[in-house]
């Protein structure tokens, strides 16, 4: 096989696994999710990508891809890539051992002479420390970090079209790493690693400190009873040094808190903006039901979430604020009923029920679906998707 990614099945693996098959090479994905691998050699996806569903069915057709739970396919690939990340303990602080242990799983079917690539956001110094591990072993292989730049939903466009950032020690690892995502673009940018795993954190921690200055403003405005989305559309329109100013809304999922806090980590948590970043993005749920109650007796009231997804659009539940904003309204409320149109949960109503049961609507994900809504129901629209404006 050209390459096995290491994580095959989820939602960075599966995408780039079927991107790379896509272009001619022979792909198989390892991963411990017997349910999620047999799903994905029955060409059904285990969760929802644009565009995605039929290169991967061309791909199994063709045998250039399979799925597999043996770790001895990490053996048998010139390149393998790692997507395991550095995820945040119970302690809040960087586990720095996800990745060796990801690695040591399989480290007995390595062989001399591979191209190992770390795909996954990383807390900086884990490429050098997988550089060791595997030098301990006695293993001759190049190491690479090449971390992921896509969005969930636009995977299968933005691994052709956006630059690849591209890192490794010595320059035939380099050379190795940069020829193997050339076949997807021919945007390459070549850094340390020490410099690549500052630019990924640095990247999420951007847009999560640029969520939080907006988060920041509506809250202000909110406070003098003035309608955010008026301003901004003022400040941004026709004014590009300000065009990149968000929307309101929660600023959640697997990735940019957790980024922040590594970052935190990195500096020896002498990190004031982004502690503040945290405190405003992870604080909107409370400070939006504050709101709530200046204006409403919720112990008299059934709320309905709408949008249980940690994003617009997506199925992917992971860190979502609605759960966060669920948990408060339960301790506040009479009722709180919740729906979603893509997060497959067993605690979800459907939309007409919670639309018919509820005295008190809020948008905690902006779906699509929920821009055209038409209720009678007070509605509470912090993104400014029903365009009705965003004053609490």
């Known amino acids: 096989m050209d390459v096995c990614v290491v994580g095959g099945c989820g939602r960075v693996g599966l995408p780039l696994g079927i991107a790379l098959a896509s272009r001619g090479l022979s792909v198989v994905l390892y991963d411990i999710d017997a349910t999620a691998v047999d799903r994905v050699n029955a060409a059904s996806m285990p969760f929802a990508e644009h565009g995605a569903a039929e290169p991967l069915a061309e791909a199994l057709a063709a045998g250039r891809l399979r799925a597999s739970t043996d770790p001895s396919s990490v053996g048998q690939a010139d390149a393998l890539i790692v997507v395991v990340g550095t995820p945040v303990d119970e302690h809040l602080n960087p586990d720095l051992g996800a990745v060796p242990r990801a690695i040591e799983r399989g480290v007995e079917h390595?062989?001399?002479?591979?191209?190992?690539?770390?795909?996954?956001?990383?807390?900086?110094?884990?490429?050098?420390?997988?550089?060791?591990?595997?030098?301990?072993?006695?293993?001759?292989?190049?190491?690479?970090?090449?971390?992921?730049?896509?969005?969930?939903?636009?995977?299968?466009?933005?691994?052709?079209?956006?630059?690849?950032?591209?890192?490794?020690?010595?320059?035939?690892?380099?050379?190795?790493?940069?020829?193997?995502?050339?076949?997807?673009?021919?945007?390459?940018?070549?850094?340390?690693?020490?410099?690549?795993?500052?630019?990924?954190?640095?990247?999420?921690?951007?847009?999560?400190?640029?969520?939080?200055?907006?988060?920041?403003?509506?809250?202000?405005?909110?406070?003098?009873?003035?309608?955010?989305?008026?301003?901004?559309?003022?400040?941004?329109?026709?004014?590009?040094?300000?065009?990149?100013?968000?929307?309101?809304?929660?600023?959640?999922?697997?990735?940019?808190?957790?980024?922040?806090?590594?970052?935190?980590?990195?500096?020896?948590?002498?990190?004031?903006?982004?502690?503040?970043?945290?405190?405003?993005?992870?604080?909107?749920?409370?400070?939006?039901?504050?709101?709530?109650e200046d204006r409403f007796d919720l112990s008299e009231l059934t709320v309905g979430i709408l949008g249980m997804a940690f994003k617009g659009g997506s199925d992917d539940s992971r860190d979502s604020l609605a759960y966060k904003l669920r948990k408060i309204l339960t301790l506040k409320a009479r009722e709180t009923l919740c729906t979603d149109p893509f997060v497959p949960d067993d605690r979800l109503l459907p939309l007409d029920e919670v639309l018919k049961r509820a005295d008190l609507l809020i948008i905690a994900a902006p779906h699509p679906q929920y821009a055209e809504l038409e209720t009678e129901t007070p509605l509470v629209d912090m993104w400014g998707l029903t365009g009705t404006g965003v004053r609490v």
């Open 110 to 292: 390595l062989r001399d002479g591979q191209l190992i690539v770390l795909r996954s956001t990383v807390y900086p110094g884990v490429t050098a420390l997988t550089e060791r591990l595997l030098a301990g072993r006695g293993l001759d292989v190049d190491v690479a970090f090449c971390p992921e730049r896509i969005a969930e939903g636009k995977a299968m466009t933005e691994l052709f079209t956006l630059p690849q950032i591209v890192a490794a020690r010595t320059p035939r690892a380099l050379d190795r790493a940069e020829k193997l995502f050339r076949t997807l673009t021919d945007s390459i940018v070549r850094l340390e690693p020490e410099e690549a795993e500052l630019a990924k954190l640095f990247t999420n921690t951007w847009r999560y400190l640029k969520f939080a200055a907006a988060n920041q403003f509506w809250m202000m405005a909110n406070d003098f009873g003035l309608d955010f989305a008026r301003i901004r559309h003022a400040v941004t329109f026709e004014y590009p040094r300000a065009d990149d100013l968000p929307m309101p809304g929660f600023a959640a999922g697997p990735c940019l808190l957790k980024d922040t806090m590594q970052l935190a980590a990195f500096n020896r948590n002498n990190f004031v903006l982004g502690h503040s970043a945290m405190l405003i993005n992870e604080g909107l749920p409370l400070y939006l039901v504050s709101r709530l």
